[in-house]
């Protein structure tokens, strides 16, 4: 049953046009402006983002900072094992390797800071840390390489430039193991543009999980819902995006994360009534949207959540036909490619 639903998902990728490192400077990617009323179809680049963004518009970010949370180990007999982090769970963390390991093995990062295998849990793995686990995120910073995603396998990145580039500019909150990429496009310059053209500029956070590259389960149909991810908006911006909502402004969310951020606090009525806290929140067709009047996003996988999320919001027919333009006029794809806006 859900694999004929993800099917209409489906389409080509050129593995060519599959972004290995992001353009420089980010704000010259290029942009696929889209009017859902007219079928208009503008090529531009973020660098002319504020021509297409109305006056008084609030445009949504995600603030999340992104862990460095891929660290490589050695075992005892030399083979080096690369450990993804995904969470924290009481005394242990739930990782993915990219070797087999087996209970009790030790995997070193320097003699006396290694991970012990615990146990093995269908594709994850818990260990246990030689280190107190409240330093976790310093092993991190001092150790960690970029979470950077499976399709990204090509990179002519360095390690420091990977964690650079794989990271808002203005990323605050650590608790993400993927990147917000929509966000990945804006610089200061752009921002402060968009700033002196009277558009007001908010922030959330929602930390992004594992299940942003998880593959679509008959589960997730059956539940109608996704993996859970933390969320949260200050009081001064929710009272900011409440009173814009009452005013009929236009809400801008920049990334498929603010969606689901923005779309799991709010209620029918417009007002923010779950600020804080976790979201399984399943976005697809049928769906009716309560707060997002336009979306700024990157070009998804195929088959995936975020795409169907995407759908939901501007016509999945629609959606396809602007995946072939982008396609035939050779847009860079997924996280480190180019972007488009829709309204």
Known sequence: MFETILKKYDYQIPKDLIAQKPVTPRDAARLLVYEKLTKKIVDSTFKNLADFIPTNAVLVFN??????????????????????????KGKLIKVMLNKNVKVGDKLFLTRKTY???KKVDDKFFWLSCSFVLSGLNDIFEKYGRAPLPPYIDASPLSVKQARAEYQTVFAKTPGSIAAPTASLHFTKSLLRKLKAKGVTLQYVTLHVGLGTFALLT???????????????????????????????RPIIAVGTTVVRTLESAFNQRGKITKPKGSTALFIREGYKFKVVNALITNFHVPKSSLLMLVCAFGKRSEILKLYQHAIKKRYRLFSFGDGMLIK
Do not use: C, M
């Open 115 to 117: 991970f012990t295998v």
């Open 63 to 88: 603030e999340t900072k992104v862990i460095p949370a891929r660290v490589e180990t050695v075992k005892a007999n030399g083979v080096k094992v690369i450990v993804s982090y995904v969470e924290r």
């Open 218 to 248: 008959d589960e997730n149909f059956k539940r109608n819902k996704l993996h859970e991810e933390w969320y949260s908006i200050d009081h001064q911006t929710a009272n900011i995006l409440a009173k814009a909502k009452a005013q009929n």
